[in-house]
């Protein structure tokens, strides 16, 4: 049974930190890696998708990947009270194709003034 | 407007009543999925589609029918529903790397 694990939190970050979420997987075969966001009573969005080890930068948003480690994280610069929102982890085995997906519990983040 | 749509948003049944919870979508996607989130339990794969007449289990099925007679519709079926099976349900379409989700249908079963 393929697991994704994340820190419940909740993370709080000051308005303007680096907010640092992370994400552990336990099969060794996964090869995509997603980052959405949830807000309180929405559906989930994506943020980032990754595959390849190393780091993938979109605008605020740091999606790093080391697959060595079974670790994937996201960074969020300059944080705002507007990224308050649960973070998912979430992971396949195909590369694209949006195939099923294993959801780790979230991470919540708390943006403060 | 590119959406997953589900109805009905929001459902109160009794124990053994049948029920379905339809989702459709307008993006000519192939893939489609049924996903429940519980408190403490994230986001759990119920059944998906890869395409018409194309179904399987994901990790929560039991209790769930699904069908996919046409591309744009992927209605869930709860024939005998229990009160374990309260939740939030989210329907999701893709075509490639991103799951677009539906709005969510809050269920719950008495």
């Known amino acids: 049974q393929k697991e994704v694990e994340q820190n419940s939190g909740p993370l709080s970050v000051p308005e303007g930190a680096i907010a640092s979420l992370n994400c552990t997987y336990s099969d060794r075969g996964s090869q995509s890696f997603f980052w959405y966001r949830q807000y309180s009573g929405k559906s989930p969005e994506l943020i980032m998708f990754i595959y390849s080890n190393g780091d993938k930068e979109d605008g605020r948003f740091t999606a790093q990947l080391n697959k060595a480690s079974q670790y994937v994280s996201l960074l969020i610069r300059d944080s705002q009270p507007s990224d308050s929102a649960t973070y998912l982890c979430a992971v396949t085995d195909p590369p694209g194709g949006g195939n099923k997906l294993t959801f780790g519990t979230g991470t919540q983040l708390k943006v403060e003034l | 407007e590119a959406q997953v749509t589900q109805n009905p948003r929001y459902l109160i049944t009794v124990t053994g009543k049948k029920l379905t919870v339809t989702c459709s979508q307008n993006m000519n996607h192939e893939y489609m999925s049924w996903y429940r989130q519980d408190p403490g339990l994230g986001l759990r794969q119920i059944y998906y589609s890869m395409n018409v007449e194309v179904t399987d289990k994901g990790d929560v099925p039991e209790g769930y029918k699904v069908s996919r007679k046409e591309k744009r519709n992927f209605p869930l079926i709860l024939e005998s529903p229990s009160p374990n099976q309260t939740s939030l349900y989210f329907c999701?379409?893709?075509?490639?790397?991103?799951?677009?989700f539906g709005p969510g249908t809050r269920l719950t079963v008495l």
């Open positions: 999701a379409s893709s075509l490639r790397n991103e799951q677009f």
